[in-house]
């Protein structure tokens, strides 16, 4: 149990286009997801918290005109990457808790989207 | 400033001799520890947490780690390691900000020699 798609897990993209990457719950429902940035040899940077229902939160520096989160239904999250450039290119992970756990619980993730700008 | 601290990037050990992976942390408030592990071309698998109660806490594929509140560390140990415990392994520390947001330590690659 407990499974995070994402969709795409590759994506070739030109500079100047916009990609749209899926996040879905297979089997329970989401009020929060998660986006996360993994750079090369890096730690997870946690760019947005994505609430069902209302918009997302986004951490500092993070620019919420560019990276749209959408989270319209419990089990489908999406982030578009709007006007792509080489530097958006990265590892992008998404991940998911169960409704009704709103403590300190464990997330769980998808298995990740690599977006490359040329 | 909350945060999470790992200060080996790497770790290697032999197969079937025992394991550590350290972890400190830096949290106001009561702390919310965690242990994933991300395997090449795979997602982050939750290891095991430390909420409250016991200090040692056992989670999958026979790991374990300890809580130190004293020391504020959280590392993450196994009796005897496999090549297949060869990964990345991550502490994160979960944080009330209004609602629950975790912050990831750098990550540390476990290398197992057989």
């Known amino acids: 149990g407990a499974v995070v798609s994402q969709h795409p897990s590759w994506v070739i993209c030109k500079s100047g286009t916009s990609v749209k990457i899926e996040c879905r719950s297979l089997?329970?429902?989401?009020?929060?997801m998660f986006w996360y940035r993994q750079f090369p040899k890096k730690s997870l940077m946690l760019m947005a918290t994505?609430?069902?229902?209302?918009?997302?939160?986004?951490e500092q520096g993070v620019e919420k005109d560019k990276f749209l989160i959408n989270h319209a239904s419990l089990t489908l999250s999406t982030l578009t990457v709007t006007s792509a450039h080489p530097e958006d290119s990265s590892f992008y992970i998404c991940?998911?808790?169960?409704?009704?756990?709103?403590?300190?619980?464990?997330?769980?993730f998808g298995p990740g989207t690599r977006l490359t700008v040329t | 400033a909350q945060s999470v601290a790992q200060p080996e990037d790497q770790v290697n050990v032999a197969e079937g001799n025992p394991l550590t992976v350290k972890c400190t942390y830096s949290v106001s408030g009561n702390p919310y520890l965690f242990w994933y592990v991300q395997y090449p071309n795979r997602g982050l698998q939750f290891l095991l947490k430390y909420i409250t109660g016991d200090n040692l806490v056992k989670g999958s594929y026979g790991f374990e780690a300890e809580f130190n509140k004293s020391q504020t560390s959280f590392h993450l140990k196994k009796p005897s390691a496999l090549v297949s415990d060869s990964a990345l392994y991550f502490c994160?520390?979960?944080?009330?900000?209004?609602?629950?947001?975790?912050?990831f330590g750098a990550g540390t690659r476990l290398f197992v020699k057989a």
């Open positions: 991940s998911a808790k169960e409704s009704g756990t709103g403590g300190p619980y464990e997330q769980y």
């Open positions: 994160a520390v979960s944080v009330n900000t209004g609602g629950f947001k975790t912050i």
């Open positions: 994505s609430n069902e229902g209302s918009k997302a939160t986004y």
């Open positions: 089997d329970f429902q989401a009020t929060t």
